[in-house]
């Protein structure tokens, strides 16, 4: 039944999602055919960046106000929650798509990256990469990635706390994932200074950013943020 529930959800979501994503991976492409042609290529590569900024803020506004929070927590969730399926089920099947949604987006934003300096990755690949370094590119981008959805996941936690504070629902969801934003910044920083200082340096790098405690960190508050938001928001449902 949970499959039903993700397959139609992703259905419904896909198409703005779709091109949302589709529009990412395009400007990659455009912007390193003008980089090519054009005597400034630095100007190019300026708006790619611009441009994945500001579609880095829509896909999450979307995804999660106008699909995860408006079929739950407003008028609509009255008929998202007649659905013949417990409330548990309902809700997660809402966080997994915004999970996949998220996931999808990142892969976009890196091939978007990619289509910028292709010569750089058909260069990389001719000359041959040390595997070990490959594994730790990978590593590195996994982590960065899991770092990134615990914070989707605490915004999806803050949205469920805030929907309990009946008439400042808004304020409620803000402050809460202000709290938790800083939270999760300590203790990511906490580890990075633990990585400095087993390594003996004064000077941190990305291996210490992403290092192992914050994989496992990230992990942990992924899980706790989810089975949190899942029981809450199934079992004392406020909509407005």
């Given amino acids: 039944m949970l499959g039903k529930f993700i397959k139609y959800d992703l259905k419904k979501t896909a198409p703005v999602m779709g091109v949302l994503c589709g529009l990412t ?23 790619e960046l611009l441009g994945l900024m500001v579609l880095c803020v829509v ?24 659905l013949p399926a417990n409330n548990k089920m309902i809700v997660s099947s809402k966080i997994i798509v915004t999970l996949i949604w998220a996931t999808i987006f990142c892969a976009s934003v ?8 292709p010569e750089s990755v058909v260069h990389v690949f001719k000359e041959g990469i040390d595997p070990k370094a490959l594994l730790m590119i990978i590593y590195l ?11 989707v996941m605490a915004l999806i936690f803050s949205i469920c706390i805030g929907s309990r504070w009946r008439n400042h629902s808004t304020i409620g969801s803000i402050l809460c994932f202000f709290v938790l934003g800083i939270t999760l910044l300590s203790v990511y920083l906490k580890n990075l200074g633990m990585s400095v200082a087993h390594r003996g340096d004064i000077f941190w790098g990305y291996e210490d950013l992403f290092c192992v405690p914050n994989l496992i960190c990230s992990i942990v508050l992924i899980a706790v943020f989810f089975v949190a938001t899942v029981n809450i928001t199934s079992k004392k449902l406020n909509l407005d």
């Fill in 25 to 47: 991976i395009l400007l990659g492409v455009f912007c390193s055919i003008f980089m090519h042609v054009s005597q400034n290529p630095g100007k190019y590569a300026l708006y």
């Fill in 59 to 82: 896909s999450p506004l979307y995804v999660i106000t106008q699909y995860y929070y408006k079929s739950l927590y407003t008028n609509e969730g009255y008929l998202t929650f007649t």
């Fill in 110 to 117: 890196f091939i978007s990256l990619v289509a910028i300096t």
């Fill in 141 to 151: 981008l996994i982590v960065m990635f899991l770092m990134g959805l615990s914070g």
